[in-house]
Each structure stands twice: as C-alpha cells, then as structure tokens.
C-alpha cells in the first residue's frame, strides 16, 4: 500500500516532465525543418534593406523610399549570378489584402528592380510579407516589412 502511494507522488511529477520534453522537442524539429527549406532564413527589412544569407550566396532586397500605402514603391533586388527571379509577391500577415505582384525586371546579371503599390486597410500598422520565386528553387526567399497610416 505505502509502495503503491509513493509510486503515485513521482507519476504526477515525471508525467509533467515528459510532456514538458515532448513539447519542447516537437518545437526543436519544427524550427530546424523550417531553416532546411529556406524559409527559416526569413528577414526584416531594417533602413531599407534586407539581406539573406552571406558572401556569395546573398539575396538582398532594398527599398528606395520608405514604403507607404497607396503610393508606388521600387524595391531593387541582388542576388547571386546563378540565380533568377521567377516571381515575387507581397501579402499580409496582420490583415488580409490578397496577393500583390512584384513588377520586377532584370538590370544587369545579378541585379533586378521592380515596384508595387499597396492598398489601406483599418489597421495603424500593416505587416508584409514578401515572397521571392527563384528559378530551381523549391522555396521562396522571405522579408518582411511594415508600413504605417498617416
């Protein structure tokens, strides 16, 4: 009987504990699955700009102005020689306004320029999120930025 009451103060406990366990590996994988495909590699535009990876292999995108809603905003983009915009996209990630086309050429190898326009909503501060297509690449780049109403 006593082995049976001392056995149930410790189930309790080492439950919790594994659960605990389980949920903090389950979080682990999520995040190294995430940066295996690229989109754990996700950047905030800061001072116009934001970059992805490093040396050689960096794709970077810069903002000639600060963007603001209803205006027409360029973005330039860089990436390495190997590589080529298929597509980019902006979407919201605090409030829906559907998919808005990047109008993106290419400059010379290695550089692109495109613009866009963004709609208003209600929201003071929006959150975007931009998505670039490279061709062979089975994910897209991904920067964020925001913009806010007047």
């Known amino acids: 009987m006593k082995?049976?009451?001392?056995?149930?103060k410790f189930i309790i406990p080492t439950l919790i504990l594994i659960l605990a366990l389980?949920?903090?590996l389950s979080k682990q994988q999520v995040t190294t699955t995430d940066i295996d495909n690229?989109?754990?590699n996700p950047c905030t535009f800061v001072?116009?700009?934001c970059e992805i990876g490093h040396e050689q292999n960096k794709v970077s995108a810069t903002f000639e102005s600060i963007p603001e809603a209803e205006e027409s905003i360029t973005?330039?983009?860089s990436l390495p020689f190997s590589q080529q915009i298929e597509s980019v996209w902006i979407e919201g990630v605090n409030m829906y306004?559907?998919?808005v086309p990047v109008l993106a050429e290419r400059i010379k190898e290695g550089s692109w320029s495109g613009w866009f326009m963004l709609g208003s909503c209600s929201e003071p501060q929006m959150r975007w999120k931009m998505l670039i297509h490279v061709k062979d690449k089975p994910d897209p780049y991904v920067m964020f930025f925001e913009t806010k109403m007047p």
């Open 3 to 8: 082995t049976t009451k001392k056995a149930q």
């Open 22 to 24: 389980g949920v903090y």
């Open 38 to 40: 690229g989109l754990g």
């Open 47 to 49: 001072n116009l700009t």
């Open 75 to 77: 973005v330039n983009f």
């Open 97 to 99: 306004m559907g998919k």
